[in-house]
């Protein structure tokens, strides 16, 4: 029987492996309910981002008018928002419809490099957005750039104190993740920093030596929120989403000639 309802306002890939195809493949696989808010449309395969064509601003809003009016979200997820204008008015959607169990996958770009979030929607992303936030899951390229630092700069303090950053823009909890971290060969270690307590809990997860990684963030993003839609706490969530990413992550079926999807199926 499914269970809870998510609104996933991201981009689609045509190729099946992130975005908005990502996202439902990883609800649907939780048992829960996914509907979406389209941002954008990538021409895009396992081999990169090949064009970008946003959404209309009027045609977003119009998307999350009529599922929240209908069905209304037990979480909301969002992935790429493209510009300032979308990241804003995704903001306000979430402010004015009091949307809760909200989770901000922070993209900024595709691991080919193609951009998926203008220079200028940062600020807004870290001042609109964030506080909205129950979850962020920034990579560590993203934590530096949401923290106004250079990577460089950004290792020069721990993991835990740079989550602890994080939680200072306003969000509920801080998921920084360590997989661009590369100390340890062997494990993968990502931070959980819950703002109320200051608490920090870690989840190690052993690497998996593939280039079948495509769409991972997305994924992660989406199966916590397909959690929280299920009332789990967050760090069930965040425990349940790690658990489901490292199989889909080893069971890839590696299509494509580049970084291929993930596989969704138990
Ligand atoms: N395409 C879209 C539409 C996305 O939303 C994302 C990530 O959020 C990507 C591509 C990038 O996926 P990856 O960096 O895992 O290849």
Request: charged share 20%.
């Amino acid at each position: 029987m499914v269970r809870g309802k998510v609104l996933v306002v991201a981009g689609s890939d045509s190729g099946g492996g992130a975005g908005v195809q990502a996202d439902v493949k990883a609800i649907l696989a939780h048992g829960a309910f996914a509907t979406t808010a389209i941002t954008a449309l990538t021409a895009q395969n396992t081999t990169g981002v090949h064009g970008v064509h946003a959404a209309p601003l009027e045609f977003i809003e119009a998307q999350i008018e009529a599922v929240v009016t209908d069905l209304p979200p037990d979480a909301c997820k969002t992935g790429m928002l493209a510009n300032a204008a979308t990241t804003r008015a995704v903001a306000d959607a979430i402010e004015r419809h009091r949307l809760t169990n909200v989770v901000v996958d922070t993209v900024m770009l595709a691991k080919g490099g193609a951009s998926l979030l203008e220079a200028e929607a940062l600020e807004v992303m870290r001042d609109r957005l964030a506080p909205l936030a129950t979850v962020i899951t920034p990579n560590v390229p993203e934590a530096a750039a949401l923290l106004n630092l250079s990577e460089e700069e950004f290792v020069m303090e721990t993991m835990a104190t740079r989550a602890k950053e994080l939680g200072k823009l306003g969000c509920q909890w801080v998921l920084l993740k360590g997989g661009h971290v590369k100390d340890d060969a062997e494990m993968s270690v990502d931070y959980l920093y819950e703002a109320n307590t200051g608490r920090t809990t870690t989840f190690s997860s052993a690497r998996i030596d593939t280039r079948h990684t495509h769409g991972t963030g997305c994924t992660l993003a989406s199966s916590i929120a397909a959690s929280l839609a299920q009332r789990y706490d967050v760090p069930t969530a965040v425990h349940r989403a790690k658990r489901y990413i490292s199989e889909a992550i080893r069971t890839s079926p590696g299509y494509g000639a580049g970084h291929g999807p993930l596989n969704h199926l138990p």
